[in-house]
């Protein structure tokens, strides 16, 4: 099959979902996907259909996670888990520069930067979002990260439309979810006999020219749709983000930063697990010799007391200030900075919070009774 039309819909049986797989690792790509692992579904790289997490589910609450068993062999049957994306294109730990003393000095050098080239199998609307929002930081502003862009340039993404939600989720509140509408190669939707491909790109439309597609059944739309529906139709945790910028901004001395407080454990979780949260820490680290020395860059975290340390002191020395400024930037600031919500309502930070603070809980708990007689915050303010 060649020249497929962008926007066809095509239908990929079951068994041939091996094809994608070797398609791709036969093309250099190193197969990213969902698999089970300590107890979770994760992301790692996939060999083969044998990787994928087939005949699993998982139950999500707040501080919840556990595996189950389906009752039936569905690749892509639960949502997101503690894993995101961020992970290959924003690696929790990398050298960004070495240096070697030399019979003539030092001799710098950048870090290694060339990454294998990624194909992510499975990626979620949430997660689609995500790496949009993630993109906007390090490609579209007045800096261009290039170990972020190295991996982001030659990543592949194939999509998976959900058919069913976790209790968590609420990328419907967030406009983000839970159909796959851009920002990807191919998305599929997982039906009994197969896979409904959209192709969304040039990328993706030369790949699935190579892929043994037929083109999709009408039974095979419909039955599409109505799973993709029952995605929507789970959701139930709601978050009213109607004004919540100046929301937040206007009530920063609410009660409930202290009632909060009182609860949150600092632990870093719910930073460790966003797919958009960015913060990070450059050290020096050198050899007992000191011969040679390399800086890092590594994930760091607001809820960290060390993080807002400068001139002497942490800034934010108690957790009512430091969860203030993790809400606040992630549903207030980051409009300011980069035009968009900080978060996509994919869950994670209340699944994997130990104590189970539920951000969509703590906003409408400052809604109902906030301080609207108050006036706007300008940026600069803030
Ligand atoms: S703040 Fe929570 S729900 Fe929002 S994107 Fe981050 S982890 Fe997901
Ligand atoms: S909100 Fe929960 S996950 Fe985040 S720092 Fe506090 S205790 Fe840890």
Known sequence: ???????????????????????????????????????????SEIRSTDDLPKGWTETQGPGQYRLERRTDDAYFGFTVGPHSWKKYLFPPLVTVSTAERTPDGWSISDGKNDPPKYAFLGVRACELAAIAVQDRTFLHGPYVDPVYKARRDQAFIIAVNCTQAASTCFC?????????TRGFDLALTELPAGFLVEVGSPAGEALAARLPLVEAAEDHTREAEARRQNAVDQIQRRMDTTGIRDLL???LEHPRWSDVAQRCLSCTNCTMVCPTC????????????????RRERQWDSCFNLDFSYMNGGPVRNDVRSRYRQWLTHKLASWFDQFDV???????RCITWCPVGIDLTEEVAAIRSSDGLQRPPVSPAAT
């Open 249 to 251: 901004l206007q009530n």
């Open 1 to 43: 099959m060649t020249n497929l039309p962008l926007q066809t819909t095509w239908f990929l049986p079951r068994g041939e979902l091996s094809r994608l797989i070797e398609t791709l690792r036969a093309d250099g790509y190193e197969v990213v996907g969902p698999t089970v692992d300590q107890g979770a579904i994760v992301y």
């Open 278 to 293: 960015f913060c990070h820490s450059v050290r020096d680290v050198s050899d007992l010799t000191g011969d040679q020395a």
């Open 172 to 180: 419907t509140s967030m406009g983000t979810g839970p159909r796959c």
């Open 341 to 347: 919500s900080g978060c996509v309502g994919c869950g």
